[in-house]
Nanobody
Framework: QVQLVESGGGLVQPGGSLRLSCVAS????????MGWSRQAPGKQRELVAV???????NYADSVNGRFTISGDNAKNTVYLQMNSLKPEDTAVYYC???????????????WGQGTQVTVSS
């Protein structure tokens, strides 16, 4: 029903920036929340940023002030602007969406396949 595709990952030097994108496609739906999580090898998955349909945002303490989540409703796309990147930001970043299909009241979560972000000199 819904597919999420991330892009924008890659290799960047410490202090650099990357902009991740996530496009949601499929049957018509409304988005309740969208966000990003990340997972490094041997570590637990960490919630990075969340944005609600009302525009409110929340960030993990580890990225607050450096990362910004935003969206484009017309394109069903959510972005994660990452600035002042640190080696500890290295992880696979996953997009997620909590959606409600038009004409229903139920909610369902979907996740993308992830995009690798590597911060290294």
């Amino acid at each position: 029903q819904v597919q999420l595709v991330e892009s924008g990952g890659g290799l960047v030097q410490p202090g650099g920036s990357l902009r991740l994108s996530c496009v949601a496609s499929g049957r018509r739906f409304s988005i309740n929340t969208m966000g990003w999580s990340r997972q490094a090898p041997g570590k637990q998955r960490e919630l990075v940023a969340v944005m609600t349909s009302g525009g409110s945002t929340n960030y993990a303490d580890s990225v607050n002030g450096r990362f910004t989540i935003s969206g484009d409703n017309a394109k069903n796309t959510v972005y994660l602007q990452m600035n002042s990147l640190k080696p500890e930001d290295t992880a696979v970043y996953y997009c997620f969406a909590d959606i409600t299909p038009y004409g229903t009241t139920w909610r369902s979560d979907f996740w993308g396949q992830g995009t690798q972000v590597t911060v290294s000199s």
